[in-house]
């Protein structure tokens, strides 16, 4: 049963997706087990092939559309089982900036790999950042810019966050224009070239802290 509902995830079916999650709840299968053996598992599947460029971005949409409708019906179980996430990360395109396409992919990918993700959206000044931060005592923040021209705003958010936060969140970058390089001479723990490695990156940070 968790593996159809991977496989409902992985094509995107958002009819099954629900569905299978309804069935696997009334054969009493932990809800845990259903979110993570199931849901997510289907999409880290789809993180790998859209990485692997097998998947492009209208297939990661409709995966991700599957997968927010299994979980309509899992919430409730989730809260009655005190599941929750165990990550957090906080998003947003930097001040100045207001594309949010790879943004959203990110954010995509971040709750596919079982992350709780507040999107800022666009524009996101580094106040905005770090009140989140605290508020949602985030693990990770990661910045999106895709104008040359609003890339410096990504390390003054990382020096306002390393002068306001103790300890600061782990912040990944990423955007057309942004190269490890730049992540390296900016202070930035990570860069993603893509969403799907953007999440991995996540995950790794935050088992290392």
């Known amino acids: 049963m968790l593996e159809r509902i991977a496989e409902a995830v992985i094509g995107g079916d958002e009819v099954a997706a629900p569905t299978?999650?309804?069935?696997?709840?009334?054969?009493?299968?932990?809800?845990?087990?259903?979110?993570?053996?199931?849901?997510?598992?289907?999409?880290?599947?789809?993180?790998?092939?859209?990485?692997?460029?097998?998947?492009?971005?209208?297939?990661?949409l409709v995966?991700?559309?599957?997968?927010?409708?299994?979980?309509?019906?899992?919430?409730?179980?989730?809260?009655r089982a005190g599941v929750k996430p165990e990550h957090t990360a906080v998003i947003g395109t930097v001040r100045g900036d207001l594309h949010d396409i790879g943004k959203n992919l990110v954010a995509t990918m971040l709750e596919g790999a079982g992350f709780e993700v507040i999107d800022l959206g666009v524009d996101v000044s580094p106040e905005k950042l770090i009140a989140a931060c605290r508020d949602r005592k985030a693990d990770v923040v990661g910045l999106s810019a895709l104008l040359t021209t609003t890339m410096p705003m990504m390390e003054v958010a990382i020096r306002q966050m390393e002068a306001e936060l103790s300890p600061r969140p782990a912040?990944?970058?990423?955007?057309?224009?942004?190269?490890?390089?730049?992540?390296?001479k900016i202070g930035a723990d990570g860069y993603g070239p893509d969403a799907a490695t953007g999440a991995e990156l996540a995950k790794r940070l935050c088992r290392k802290r």
């Open 20 to 60: 299978l999650v309804t069935q696997a709840l009334a054969t009493e299968l932990p809800a845990r087990d259903v979110l993570y053996e199931g849901l997510l598992k289907g999409m880290t599947e789809v993180g790998r092939r859209f990485r692997d460029g097998e998947y492009f971005i209208p297939e990661v």
């Open 171 to 184: 912040v990944i970058i990423g955007g057309a224009p942004i190269t490890q390089e730049y992540a390296d």
């Open 63 to 79: 995966a991700a559309e599957a997968m927010k409708a299994g979980m309509a019906v899992l919430k409730p179980y989730l809260a």
